[in-house]
Each structure stands twice: as C-alpha cells, then as structure tokens.
C-alpha cells in the first residue's frame, strides 16, 4: 500500500512530465515550423539539414555519431545521409583503423550549401528568437537554460553538451556578419 508521500510523488512525477511533455512538444513544434521555412528554398529537410551542419562542425562524424548528437535514430541518420550523398552534398568513407563503423564527411559542396543556408538566416523570421527578445531586452543577455541543459546532461550525457559546445564555438568564429551580435563572452552550455 502506498502512503501519502508517495502518492504525491507519483502525482508530482505526472505533473512534472507532463508539462515537460507539452512544453517541449509547443516549442518543437514552432523550432520544426521556422526551420522548414528557412531550410525550404534549399531543398532540404530539416534531418538533412541537421546531418550537413553536424558532419560540418565534427569534421567527420560516425553514422552513430550523427545519430547521437542529431538526436535521430541510426535508421534515420543512415538513409538521410544517402540522400545528401547522392547530391554530392556528404561521402561516405571507412578508416583504416576502423572497418566497422561508416563515417560520413561533408563535401566542398555540402559545405558551400550549409553556408548558403546560414547566410539565408533571418532572425526576424523566427519565432523562438522574437518570443526571446524580451528576456533579452529586460536581462540584456539570452537566458541560459541552466536547468534544461542540467537535464540534458543526465539524459544524454556531457560528451553531448561537449559536442553542442564545440558547434557554437565554431559558428561563433567561422560565422561572421557585421549585423550579428557578439556572443563570445557567452559561457558554455555545460
């Protein structure tokens, strides 16, 4: 028999996961939105897009890898990295060291297309970053998500906040536009 404390837990736990649930449900769905309107014009979809930019920021990536940090099942990360191969977009290689995993690298052409992508880039054209401003504006920085990144790093461990780490580094120093912000007094997000 359960006591008091206990049924409340379980009441607390539904309650927890449940507004999580509908939360990151809401905000995926306006992130999936925004996103395939800017990726459009590219013929692209949103996974394939995903697998172009991580393959670019790891410089050669395991399909489990790209799996991983795509937050994509294998299955998936495979057959949408086939597709970007057969438009010259990504190869496909083994290692000497290692004939048991495929790695995939991003082409000059691949590369260009990303950029391109990145260069399409709007901020006024997404709903996230314009429902921000005002924590921007009040705070004079955006919010650091210190509980949600806590929280991915119990669920998906630090080697995936290391990898998000080292992909905002690299757009901070290989994306520059005079109009963009400087962000590189931002902390990491571990």
């Not at 306006?30 to 395939?36: L, V």
């Not at 009040?138 to 806590?150: C, S, T, V």
């Amino acid at each position: 028999m359960m006591s008091h404390n206990e049924e409340i837990s379980v009441q607390e736990a539904i309650l927890f996961t449940h507004k999580m649930a509908q939360l990151s449900k809401a905000l995926w769905k306006t992130i999936e939105k925004d996103w395939q309107s800017w990726i459009k014009p590219f013929d692209l979809n949103i996974n394939e897009h995903h697998i172009l930019w991580i393959a670019y920021h790891l410089k050669g990536a395991s399909v489990s890898e790209i799996s991983k940090f795509g937050v994509m099942h294998v299955s998936t990360a495979f057959n949408f990295s086939k597709k970007l191969e057969a438009r010259n977009l990504l190869t496909f290689s083994k290692r000497e060291n290692d004939k048991r995993n495929t790695y995939i690298e991003i082409t000059p052409k691949g590369e260009k297309l990303l950029l391109e992508t990145m260069q399409a880039y709007k901020p006024e054209n997404n709903s996230i970053y314009k429902g921000v401003q005002p924590l921007k504006e009040l705070y004079g920085k955006f919010p650091d998500f210190l509980e949600l990144i806590a929280l991915i790093r119990q669920v998906y461990g630090p080697e995936y906040l290391d990898i998000l780490n080292r992909s905002m580094r690299s757009i901070e120093s290989e994306y520059k536009e005079p109009a963009m912000e400087d962000h590189s007094n931002e902390s990491d997000w571990n």
